[in-house]
């Protein structure tokens, strides 16, 4: 029997076989929004300049009464004034003609994908800005670029703060991803069960996802000595270095002065002038330190992974 040669190809059928689209669409993974979830939100205070008086950089001096009846001795003790400047308005603006819009996949709602996407770009410029805030720190610093984080360096940021009698029950951890996974997880104590402790009896590190399911509870990936942890790829990371954080949530604040409900604002209109719909996210905002001494910037390499 022959064999055939000559039979059709996907090139000679082009013309009827037709392309198709799949009203799924690749969105974005989104970043966790934790920074403004927990430090101090000064958005309802309004204005340019946000004071924010500080008493507890000068301490009081205990006198001594030794002869009854004499005259005392009075003191004033200096306060401080922290500023937040709310000087910052980002936005992304988008336009689709009619005639593109009308031929989109009517499937796919791609007005609602694209305005999702623009609102977390924007919310993600403020969780950088209040990460970017490290730079700020002096008071305490811990870690350096050459090594990976280690448990002492942990406890040593704790020591730090209550040392200064900061609440830790206020406080938390912001880590990198990459050092949370590779090197807090390579630290044995962080893992074994007499660390982590039988059923409900708690020792020093407790992990797992607390919480429900707000973007804040889903970067909570467990506690290290009673401190929440958080993980946020808004972490800094430069000069092979990932700036880490354990903050009381009145070491950093933001006020975002953005109209409506939402810091994120999106508007749309249609422009006869352009036959077209424009889009419009926008966010007016400021990051301030307001407490520097309840802030410890936690150094750890963004080069090395734990053994």
């Given at each position: 029997m022959a064999v055939t040669t000559d039979a059709y190809t996907s090139a000679d059928l082009a013309a009827v076989i037709p392309?198709?689209?799949?009203?799924?669409?690749?969105?974005e993974f989104f970043a966790k929004t934790v920074f403004a979830n927990f430090v101090r939100d000064l958005s309802e205070m309004g204005g340019d300049i946000i004071h924010v008086p500080g008493v507890y950089t000068n301490s009081f001096t205990p006198g001594t009464q030794s002869t009854q009846g004499a005259e005392i001795t009075t003191e004033s003790v200096a306060m401080d004034d922290n500023t937040l400047t709310v000087n910052t308005h980002k936005y992304i603006a988008i336009l689709?003609?009619?005639k593109d819009a009308n031929q989109i996949l009517r499937s796919v709602n791609i007005s609602k994908m694209w305005q999702e996407k623009m609102a977390d770009a924007l919310a993600k410029v403020l969780e950088a800005a209040i990460a970017a805030l490290w730079s700020s720190l002096s008071t305490n610093t811990v870690g350096d670029t050459a090594t990976v984080l280690a448990d002492a360096e942990v406890r040593q940021a704790i020591e730090k703060l209550a040392s200064?009698?900061?609440?830790?029950d206020e406080c938390a951890f912001f880590v990198h991803p990459y050092v949370y996974w590779n090197q807090l997880h390579s630290i044995a104590k962080y893992y074994q069960q007499y660390s982590v402790g039988p059923g409900n009896v708690a020792g020093p590190v407790t992990t797992g996802n607390f919480g429900g399911n707000t973007s804040m509870a889903r970067a909570l990936m467990g506690q290290l000595y009673g401190i929440p942890v958080f993980t946020s790829t808004n972490v800094v990371g430069a000069l092979q270095t990932y700036r880490n954080l354990l903050l009381h949530k009145d070491a950093f604040a933001f006020a975002v002065q953005t109209s409506g409900a939402n810091h994120v604002r999106i508007q749309a209109s249609y422009e006869l002038r352009n036959l077209a719909t424009l889009t419009i996210a926008d966010i007016i905002y400021g990051v301030a330190v307001i407490r520097e001494p309840a802030a410890v910037l936690v150094n750890a390499s963004s080069a090395f992974i734990g053994s």
């Open positions: 392309e198709l689209w799949t009203p799924n669409v690749n969105k689709i003609g009619d200064a009698n900061v609440p830790l």
